[in-house]
């Protein structure tokens, strides 16, 4: 079983539109959470931390549920611009402090 | 401030070729990681270091070594390439734990390796 799975995607959504991705990871000690966003052939950049009682950043909002195993990102309002890949990324100290990605979910914003 | 660097950021080489590649920071932080990301794969880990002088394998380790000579440098050595081993490979950087520090990973820009 993989340590974290997303949802495939692509997902191609209108200017304007809500989208949410969502992640599940398999290590129930797995203390600290983030979403990535990776540009085409570009390195991942942090996008925000995910913490137990959610975070907002302007359009985008974090979820964590740790007894589901479970984090989301929604993003509000979408712009080109946003178009991008998003990495699901759980890290576990217990593990000499690895951190496990997802495979990323493919969002293109369409005018 | 450079932040994070990989050297080269191409290199084809044949089947059966040696190299090295080096990752240089100077964010002064402890951990350092070499990924690699293939197609449909998602980034896994090849081996890491929790500080100078140490190392320690990760996912997909055969066929790599690394060393961690000096705190600012880790190097990933493919001792003897194979097609296999065509990758975009991507060397990442975390401080140690605190409360201002929020356990980010800084990626350098990636080197794109190709094995004929």
């Known amino acids: 079983r993989k340590e974290v799975e997303q949802d495939p995607g692509p997902f191609n959504v209108p200017e304007g539109a809500t989208v949410a991705f969502n992640c599940t990871y398999s290590n129930s000690a797995s203390q600290s959470f983030f979403w990535y966003r990776q540009d085409c052939r570009k390195e991942p950049k942090l996008l925000m931390s995910v913490y137990s009682s959610g975070n907002e950043d302007g359009r985008f909002t974090a979820q964590l549920n740790r007894a589901s195993q479970y984090i989301s990102l929604l993003i509000r309002d979408s712009k080109l611009s946003d178009s991008a890949t998003y990495l699901c990324v759980v890290n576990n100290w217990d593990t000499g402090n690895q951190f496990y990605f997802g495979t990323g979910t493919s969002l293109t914003v369409i005018p | 401030n450079a932040g994070v660097t990989q050297t080269p950021k191409f290199r084809v080489l044949k089947t059966g070729q040696s190299m090295t590649l080096l990752c240089a920071q100077d964010m002064n932080h402890e951990y350092m990681y070499w990924y690699r990301q293939d197609p449909g794969m998602g980034l896994r880990l090849i081996h890491y270091s929790v500080g100078e ?43 140690l734990a605190g409360a201002l520090n929020t356990g980010e990973l800084f990626f350098g820009e990636g080197s794109r390796l190709t094995v004929l």
Request: aromatic content about 10%; hydrophobic content about 30%.
């Open chain 2, 53 to 95: 002088g140490t190392t320690a394998k990760g996912e997909v380790p055969d066929g790599y070594n690394v060393s961690r000579l000096k705190k600012q440098n880790f190097l990933l050595g493919l001792e003897s390439a194979a097609p296999s081993q065509t990758s975009v490979y991507f060397c990442a950087t975390r401080g």
